[in-house]
């Protein structure tokens, strides 16, 4: 499997960590503000070690993925339908006085096949998730609201 990482720094200082902790968790139940890409969420079950959610694209797919709180700097999201992935983890760290935010993406069986067949999807992907990164760290800095 291949894994796809990418990890930037937070426009906000230690001393904003609870802050941003409470906006990770914002976008793991309400990803609309965070990622673009994402146009709806629903939460459809709740766990007592996370929650059930279905996510609706702008092209009209739903997307559903049993999310995983590990704890409230680390949340992995288990793709149920989507067969080209595997899980996509959220990250938040501090180092060397700067919070860090990292999101992990796996590819399922068939997407590392789908990667080593289609080198341009494969770079769409990792571009798609880069991307990503940078509107989910705007989302996290955001002044309380």
């Not at 559903?64 to 992935?85: C, I, K, N, T």
């Not at 935010?101 to 571009?127: C, M, N, P, Q, Y």
Request: a negative charge.
């Amino acid at each position: 499997m291949i894994t796809i990482t990418h990890t930037q720094t937070v426009g906000a200082s230690p001393d904003q960590w609870e802050h941003c902790l409470e906006r990770l968790e914002r976008k793991a139940r309400a990803p609309m503000g965070f990622v673009p890409a994402i146009v709806g969420c629903s939460v459809l079950a709740e766990y007592d070690d996370g929650f059930l959610r279905r996510i609706e694209l702008p092209d009209g797919t739903r997307l559903r993925e049993r999310v995983f709180v590990h704890s409230a700097d680390h949340f992995v999201f288990d793709q149920v339908d989507d067969p080209d992935l595997t899980a996509i983890e959220n990250r938040l760290t501090v180092s060397e006085g700067e919070i860090r935010f990292t999101i992990r993406v796996t590819l399922s069986a068939k997407g590392t096949e789908r990667a080593f067949g289609d080198v341009e999807w494969f770079r769409g992907t990792h571009d798609y998730f880069g991307s990503t990164v940078e509107s989910i760290v705007a989302g996290l800095a955001a002044h309380r609201d």
